[in-house]
């Protein structure tokens, strides 16, 4: 079964730092796109970070100069390396990879990984 599954999430006070990983399992092709998107509690869902496969990334304001996002297209693999987090960044991050096939555009979505920032 085709799955992106995301791991990393957790505890950290303001200032520190985190690093989120996604991987693909079921799936023998590369993604045309990856993404992170985060949902904090009653919000809507946000892009973050996106990467596409020739390495350009992208960033949501917020996250600029303080998120790098990457992703090793061998192993079916995408980070999210997050420092200087804040209090805002407290969200569920989902993993989410899109892949073009036959003129169709196939998507997954990862169940997401929580992060807290706290004092």
């Known amino acids: 079964q085709a799955q992106l599954v995301e791991s990393g999430g957790g505890l950290v006070q303001p200032g520190g730092s985190l690093r989120l990983s996604c991987a693909a399992s079921g799936i023998s092709f590369s993604f045309n796109v990856m993404r992170w998107y985060r949902q904090a509690p009653g919000k809507q869902r946000e892009l973050v970070a996106s990467i596409i496969d020739s390495g350009i990334t992208n960033y949501a304001d917020s996250v600029k100069g303080r998120f790098t996002i990457s992703r090793d297209n061998a192993k079916n693999t995408m980070s999210l390396e997050m420092n200087s987090l804040k209090l805002e960044d407290t969200a569920v991050y989902y993993c989410?990879?899109?892949?073009?096939?036959?003129?169709?555009?196939?998507?997954?979505w990862g169940e997401g990984t929580l992060v807290t920032v706290s004092t």
């Open positions: 989410n990879a899109r892949k073009l096939l036959s003129y169709r555009w196939m998507e997954y």
